[in-house]
């Protein structure tokens, strides 16, 4: 027992010697590799501290310095770089109320490497950001490389730190050295107006934003408060003072971008330089200059004298509507010759058949009376015969029932009024978020404004872009009561000389001028919508109209001859919806196949519709439309003289220009297909208009002095407002930092810019144009039916 307990206690004491002896034999875990030492080193601010470190050690900068508002604290760090370095050095500064860190060589996604980092320090609290004190900077130098690596640092005080009004500086940036200068409200000031410029087109970003620290002027610059701006040549911001709720300080921010692909062109590539090039020359210069303007003054008193003007020219237009009677409230049975004889009225014997329904309205009359409608017309293939005289008569073209057709025509309005409210609450809504969201997250590259004028009023950033669209709402409103006046004045006539309405002059209907008045009043609203948030997105919204008023348009001049053989509201506004699709689909796959696919659906379209034209509504649209097609082409005979040759030259005319539009589209591809698109309807209006006025002249028929004053002054508004609509002032279908390039000064009362005069013009001319086409024929409307040609 004695013995078992001595080998115990044995054992016991030679495992713990064994112990003891077997720990010095463990490597220390902590050593100077994973532990460096701690080397504490002085530096003054302007003096260059040089040293040389490695993973053994971290250096410790303890830096004091006296405190003023005025200046600021620059660090600038920088290494010898080697490629056959591992690992970089970390550069971690310690300030007031935050903590910032680089890495040298500085490097960016696209490889770029800096071996020179320079960097502002926000060394403010808001004890003492107001007074002069003595305070302390840390800055910790460290690495993980093994290999000995000579650094710098050097800290001075940046005099020219603060920003006054009307004193314009000059600020030297690269992408590893932002700058940012602080100003200061002066007292009774609320609005500052920064303008940053540049000659050089190296892409920045520029920033505004709250004076608190930390700064970000960096990457994320801009993303967490304030506004910013990419640049190339140009930048500027107006500043209210309630946007810095803490004090009446900010920040002004510049940032060079390591490559320009944000500020390029789609179609253009930026350089990306290959990895581990180091210290690439991307220096920027650009001056900055602050401003005060007092626009508000003038901004009430342009809205005041716009709005006056309108006031003025609706008050104009009710006195003369109300003291001169239309001209068909003065004609009697007098002014016309001697009613013919009653065998001209029994040509029209299927009107007799074609009454409508009484008890039902609008659409639902036009189907009721659809298959009356066609009872009476001739066969697909039929062609109308011409006059002696080489013309097809009017006459033959209106022998539908007065009634039944404007039963038909206001369809058109009843149409246009619902899809202008469902398709503008959306857009409205859509709108109002976009402004919400720049407010927001600062991002001024969402929106296409002229930043050098815009004018902020409530919650809208260019307030002036969208109050100059008032002139198509007024005028499109006062279009309306011109045309319901006129429309009136007609029933009015008819009532009275229901003969000679049915063999004089040219049938009028107004359902298609009503809803004329309406597109010109959403014109209005859709473009004001635009203007809240220009962008290549929502560009649609300001087009829509503009489609639907130039296809009302054409249509109407073709009715004025052809008023039995238009087309149903409900498949215009079909095709115009399609029409619509294929521009949003235009906006976001403007790709080669889409350009080839259009250009062949819209010759394809073309060719259609000239054959419907030519034969004046006899050659349906049906799948054996290529039979009829055939059938007449046969009966005319291929080479024959053609039996419309009007018609033939005008449709020849338009079907090249037509092909020309497709093809100039498919090889040119524009940057917006929307505004192609549209060139081609307002081409074709015009190929519409300018036609029938030339065979009114042809044919030897009057014009009235008022449409001839209507057609010169709609021509002269057009003409001076295209000249503002060129000049462009910002472009949608560039980069943000190139649509900048554009922006120009306000030219009307500090207010209104080029496109603001655009607006203001072009709604005149739309509305005068408006009034040509009503007004068209007032020369003819004692001139028999038969006499007059449907061209």
Known sequence: MVLLSLRLCFLVIFNLVSFVKCDPVIPNSFDSTTNPDV?????????????????????????????????????????????????PILVVVRQTLGVVSWTLPYAFPNGMLYTSVARILCAYNELNRNRSHTSTIY????????????????????????????????????????????????????????????????????????????????????????????????????????EFTKRNEYLIVFLVKPTDVDCLNSKDSAMIQPAGIVDIERMKNATVILSSPNYSTLLYVTIFITVGVLLLICIFSFLILYKYPDIYDSLTSEDFPLLGAPRERELNRCQSSEQPNQTSEGEENVISTRGNDYQCQPSSTRVLSASSRGFVPVNQLAAKDYEYLKQKFRVYPQTMGTIAIFYSLPVIQLVLQYQANINSIGNEDICYFNFLCTRQFAMLTAFNNVFSNIGYCALGALFFVIVYRRDNAYTRFITKNPDISKEYGIPQYFGLFYAMAIGLFMEGIMSACYHVCPSRQNFQFDTSFMFIMAALNIIKIYQLRHPDINPHSAGVFSFLAGIILVTVVGVYYDKQWFWISYAIVHIITCLIFTAKIYYMGRLKISLDFPVNLCKLVRQHGIFSRPRYLSRMVILLIANLINIGFALFGAITQPESFPNHLLFVFLGNLAICLVYYIIMKAIHWEAFTPLTVVYLVLSLCFWAVSLYFFYDEVKSYEVQPAI?????????????????????????????LSFLSILTIDDGVRGKERKELAAF
């Open 139 to 242: 800055i910790e130098i460290s690495t993980s490389n093994s290999d000995l690596i000579d650094y710098s640092i050097q800290l001075d005080n940046s005099t020219e730190y603060s920003l006054e009004t009307g004193v314009p500086r000059t600020v030297t940036i690269s992408p590893s050295m932002p700058i940012y200068y602080k100003f200061t409200f002066p007292p009774r000031i609320n609005n500052i107006f920064i303008e940053v410029s540049s000659k050089d087109e190296l892409c920045a970003v520029v920033s505004v934003q709250s004076f608190d620290c930390p700064v970000y002027d960096v990457g994320e610059i801009g993303f967490r408060q304030g506004h910013y701006q990419t640049m190339s040549k140009s930048a500027s911001f107006n500043i209210y003072l309630n």
């Open 39 to 87: 080397i504490i080193k002085n530096c003054t601010i302007g003096e260059l501290c040089a040293s040389t470190i490695n993973s053994t050690t971290v250096h410790y900068y303890s830096v004091q310095y006296n405190f003023n508002a005025k200046t600021a604290i620059r660090l600038t760090t920088t290494m010898n770089y080697s490629i056959q370095q591992n690992a």
């Open 739 to 767: 649509s900048r390039t554009y922006n120009q000064r306000c030219i009307v009362l500090n207010t209104y810019d080029a496109h603001d005069i655009w607006h203001l013009l072009s709604s005149f001319g739309l509305f």
